[in-house]
């Protein structure tokens, strides 16, 4: 191929992927545009209704907030520990308990709902944002234990080994080799966690029966789709933004370590 | 000074209330009796639909007021389209909170589910009780037993945009009187072009069409359904009528392309922005609608084919809830609601309709002659009876929706009998 | 048992009892680390899907105590229910179509990222990520508000070319719309396993195998794809089992319309449940639904592999 063809379509590639990065953002530009302007022209009321609405926003960022801490922690010792068992252990009951984390995926949440709330009530939970966690947590285990336990199983057994004939206990060396080894699948588990947490509309809704407690999804779908007729887009739309900016700003801080800090070579160009 | 008359307004009401409970044989629970300076204070939860929040909201805030912490209200608004589940999900846990609101197309349901406790005697004895909207009571009243009473009223009525009617050379304040003349108005309009549409219908919403077609047909003289809901009777001639004015209107492009697609969440829109001609909406739209430079709103009653007028009285009751363990301070709640206080000077005075017909002309409608238009379609409305209506009517998968949109969007009133077999098969399910 | 230990008996005794024990001490230290995972699952799982199970075989009205056993009343309604075999059909045309398309191009996207120029990778990342950030509920509405005649610019961008789509009115379009917006919504997250399981892979095999004179795609086929086999399954369990529960994207966006051509499996299950109020044939529904994932997972799983890891 000559050096001009190659450059063609190099520069094509180049307009290919500007147009795929543009579908992406674009609807997220929309939204954030959106969001500042109302009728023709620059505006903030749609914050300041957002912010006013209801409890305050303040009590409805708190409350998922705590759902989101408890999720992310709850999810994250359970895949370590369990994902380690998976990789490197062998003890009876294993695939049936594999299996058993799997199939949570195969019920729709739907079905679990009425279940849940009456079962949750028996263990006096109802009604509390530590009950929604626990079931966030649930739902977060097929993955973030299968994801754990894939990042295990490529850390090679020689480093393990290393470190335990240097005099660790299993447990130290899980600590303080293993751990750093695994930490990208970590910080991915943690990730996903906050984000669905953070995000999880149907479960509170029905799980939690005091307005006060509601988290941040419940309270936009209320504002926004509260008055039957008219969506209020400017509200969704700055709903969005402020749902996001946490997100966005948890994965801008996290992806450096996307990168960095593998042990068995960066395959950079 | 308002808030002295809200005052002692409620303390008028208040005082009667406890002469009637006290003269009722004394209720148990906390809160009823005399104020011997013994009765504990009491937290009451409620629930209400988004839908309906404003509302609720602003009775609840003067409520707990007036209260001063002898009885509070914890409002809880729930998004109105996952309204059922939660209700579901704690009737199963045997959790409902003390005051249910719902739907009132719903109130045949929850009555026969046993979610709200009987208040026959409690509403017979208030000194109003003939006057409140008799379209609700009855879709409250099961087997002659009153199980809630009316919270937030929305009566369907026909909007239309005076500015484009003059620009099409019409009268705007003689609006159309049959539901032919409307057809031809908006052809009229829509003959204007230019992004400008005659009349815009929520397609594919069977809830909204139900609100918006049910008056025409019982402007005709015609039924629904036939008494206790069990049988559809939308193969009439009244139905097939008014069915094949919109269907001619669908087909002459009268009516606005988008509507076919209108799940009913944006039916406002088109409306609001001054391009369609008509709008069928409840009478909340006319506190929330702002005029404009494009949009100038008149409201007229909804009519029949060849005349005559109805309204489909929709809104939201409200009910004590069967497991309540404080039905009388409920009740204080729900009897307050309706006195003229609130009725007045919350509901008038925000431009909500009064529940109450006797207070349908007062002073604060007498500002607007829309508002009075709308408050006095209340008394000759209708709420359809049915403890299956949600499940055929108002669900995207019933045979409601489809049985309308076959007939005004595809092969037309011929598709009725059949159709209608379908619905009737839905409202005996179950039975 | 015994008889391999009397079989030991002369040679070392010692040392098949010190690794019996020390299997021991593994099996009790696997376990305790395995506790706090088969906790939740039993605790917030399997007992709610033991209740489910137990509503479906019994007449489950919403208040009120009894519940009288009619097994199985619930799983022959079904069949009653009109919309659930076509609901089938178009779930699993859903899950073919959003599992290839998704998977697709969530790889192209990591391969994307992973071979970019170092100084707009972080950028890629990012922007492909994004969407993901959003809740699927306000991703839906979100869509809703870009496809609305009304608010959103797309249709006013068409008007300048004098197009028109119907983006939800017709079947077909109805399904491409909440495909292109799960697409959207999705491809980042499963970019982002991708991307992670790229990296992983040492240079040095393109290196060899560029030595060997594979190009690029060669590369691809016999380099990445065996190497990211785990990663893939994942990916690919994850789409499937979550095309065929879908639900809340056409909740949202379609309403299972128009005229009923979107209503997916799990849309009759919330019909059942929360319109018709039959919690039991809804339960029933739901089990259903369940035994068919499991017996598509355990195929799933065969195909691609990953039993013989499991049950190491």
């Known amino acids: 191929m000559s050096a001009a063809a190659r450059r063609v379509l190099g520069g094509v590639g180049a307009a290919g992927v500007a147009i795929l990065a543009a579908l992406f953002i674009g609807p997220i530009l929309w939204v954030a545009w959106g969001s500042v302007r109302n009728g023709g022209s620059f505006s903030g009321t749609n914050y300041t209704r957002l912010v006013h609405y209801g409890a305050g926003l303040w009590t409805y960022v708190s409350n998922t907030g705590l759902v989101v801490l408890l999720t992310v922690v709850g999810s994250l010792v359970i895949s370590v520990f369990a994902g380690y068992a998976f990789a490197r252990l062998r003890f009876p009951g294993s695939k049936a308990l594999f299996v058993g984390i799997l199939a949570i995926l195969m019920v729709p949440h739907t079905s679990l709902l009425i279940p849940l709330y009456i079962w949750l009530d028996r263990l006096s939970l109802g009604n509390s944002l530590v009950g929604v966690s626990l079931v966030m947590v649930m ?22 080994e290393a470190a335990l004939m ?25 990730l996903f966690a906050f984000l669905a947490s953070w995000n999880e509309f149907v479960t509170p809704l029905i799980l939690l029966s005091d307005g006060d407690k509601y988290t941040l999804p419940l309270a936009l779908v209320n504002l926004v789709q509260g008055d039957w007729g008219m969506i209020d887009f400017g509200a969704l739309q700055a709903g969005v933004v402020i749902s996001a900016v946490p997100c966005i700003i948890l994965f801008a801080f996290l992806q450096r ?5 593998f042990t068995n070579g960066a395959v950079k160009g | 000074m308002i808030q002295r008359r809200i005052l002692s307004g409620a303390a008028g009401v208040g005082v009667l209330a406890m002469a009637l409970v006290g003269c009722a044989g004394g209720g148990s629970g906390a809160g009823s009796t005399t104020n011997g300076g013994a009765a504990e204070p009491v937290t009451l939860t409620m629930w209400t639909r988004s839908v309906t929040a ?31 589940q939660k209700v579901s999900a704690a009737a199963s846990g045997h959790n409902l909170p003390d005051l249910l609101a719902a739907n009132v197309i719903d109130g045949p349901n929850y009555s026969k589910l046993g979610l709200w406790s009987d208040i026959t005697a409690r509403v017979a004895a208030l000194p109003f009780a003939d006057t409140l909207a008799p379209a609700h009571i009855a ?32 009268d705007p304040e003689a609006p159309p009187t049959t539901l032919q003349e409307v057809a031809d108005d908006a052809a009229a309009i829509a003959a204007l072009g230019n992004g400008i549409g005659g009349l815009y219908l929520p397609g594919d919403c069977g809830g909204c069409l139900a609100f918006t077609l049910f008056p025409s047909i019982w402007a005709a003289g015609g039924t629904v359904m036939n008494q206790d809901g069990t049988k559809a009777t939308l193969d009439s001639t009244a ?42 909406l409840g009478s909340k739209a006319l506190g929330t609608l702002k005029e404009n430079d494009k949009l100038k709103i008149g409201v007229a009653p909804i009519p029949g084919p060849d005349g005559g007028t109805s309204t489909f009285v929709g809104g939201d009751v409200l009910g004590i809830s069967s497991s309540s363990k404080h039905a009388d301070a409920a009740w204080t709640f729900l009897e307050w609601s309706l006195g003229d206080a609130a009725q007045l000077d919350i509901y008038a005075k925000g431009g909500f309709i009064p529940v109450r017909t006797d207070l349908a002309e007062n002073t604060y409608a007498a500002a607007d002659p829309r508002v009075v238009l709308i408050n006095s379609l209340v008394k000759g409305g209708q709420t359809p009876y049915s403890p299956r209506f949600f499940q055929t009517f108002n669900d995207a998968q019933g045979p409601f929706l489809a049985l309308v949109r076959e007939a005004i969007f595809g092969s037309g009133v011929d598709s009725l009998p059949k159709a209608n077999d379908a619905v009737t098969a839905s409202l005996e399910a179950g039975a | 048992m015994a008889r391999a230990l009397a079989a030991h008996a002369g040679t070392g005794p010692r040392l098949s009892d010190v690794s019996k024990a020390r299997s021991r001490r593994t099996s009790r230290r696997a376990w305790l680390y395995a506790a706090p995972a088969a906790t939740v699952l039993v605790g917030m799982f399997v007992v709610p899907l033991g209740l489910a199970v137990w509503m479906s075989f019994h007449k489950w009205p919403l208040l009120g105590d009894s519940q009288p056993f009619n097994f199985p009343a619930n799983y022959t309604a079904i069949s009653d229910d009109r919309l659930f075999t076509a609901a089938v059909g178009f779930t699993v045309k859903y899950t073919a179509i959003i599992t290839v398309v998704l998977l697709t191009l969530s790889f192209g996207l990591a391969v994307l990222v992973q071979e970019s120029k170092r100084r707009v990778t972080g950028v890629l990342r990012t922007v492909f990520f994004l969407p993901v950030v959003t809740g699927l509920t306000t991703a839906a509405l979100l869509f809703l508000g870009l496809l609305s005649p009304s608010a959103g610019p797309l249709d006013d961008l068409l008007a300048h070319f004098g197009a028109k789509v119907d983006w939800l009115g017709q079947p077909t379009t109805a399904l491409i719309s909440t495909v292109v917006m799960m697409t959207w919504r999705f491809a980042g997250f499963y970019m982002i396993i991708l991307l992670a399981g790229l990296q ?5 095999l393109y290196e060899a195998a560029s030595i060997d004179g594979a190009n690029r795609w060669r590369a691809l086929w016999s380099v990445t794809l065996p190497l990211m086999r785990s990663n893939l399954a994942l990916c690919t ?24 051509s979107t209503v997916t499996m799990v849309m009759t299950i919330f019909r059942q449940a929360f319109s018709q109020f039959n919690l039991g044939v809804a339960a029933a529904m739901s089990v259903v639904v369940l035994l068919g994932l499991v017996v598509l997972n355990v195929v799933q799983m065969r195909l691609l592999g990953d039993t013989d890891e499991v049950a190491r």
């Open chain 2, 139 to 170: 879709a409250a009243t099961t087997g002659g037993s009153v199980f809630a009473v009316p919270h937030v009223l929305d009566a369907s009525s026909l909007y239309y945009n005076k500015i484009l009617f003059e620009k099409a050379g019409l």
């Open chain 2, 54 to 84: 404003v509302q609720s909201q602003a009775l609840v805030d003067a409520f707990n007021t007036e209260q001063n912490g002898k009885i509070k209200i914890d409002l809880t608004v729930v998004p109105f389209a996952e309204y059922l």
């Open chain 3, 200 to 204: 992983a892979i040492p240079r040095e």
């Open chain 1, 139 to 160: 739902y977060q285990m097929p993955f973030s234990v299968f994801m754990m336990r894939n990042s295990f199983e490529t850390v090679p057994r020689e480093l393990e």
């Open chain 1, 166 to 190: 240097d005099g660790c206990s299993p447990r130290t060396a899980l600590r303080r080799v293993l751990l750093p080894a695994v930490a990208p699948g970590l910080i991915t588990v943690g």
């Open chain 1, 257 to 261: 370590s996307f990168v960095s800090g």
């Open chain 2, 239 to 280: 139905a097939a009528d008014v069915l094949g004015i919109y269907h001619s209107m669908w087909a002459n492009g009268s009516m606005i392309p988008e509507s076919r697609n209108e799940a009913g969440a944006t039916q406002n829109a088109a409306f609001e922005a001054g391009t369609a001609g008509f709008a069928l």
């Open chain 3, 237 to 260: 369990v994850l789409i499937v089992t979550g095309g065929m529960v879908a639900f809340e994207q056409f909740y949202v966006m379609t309403r299972g319309g128009p005229d009923n």
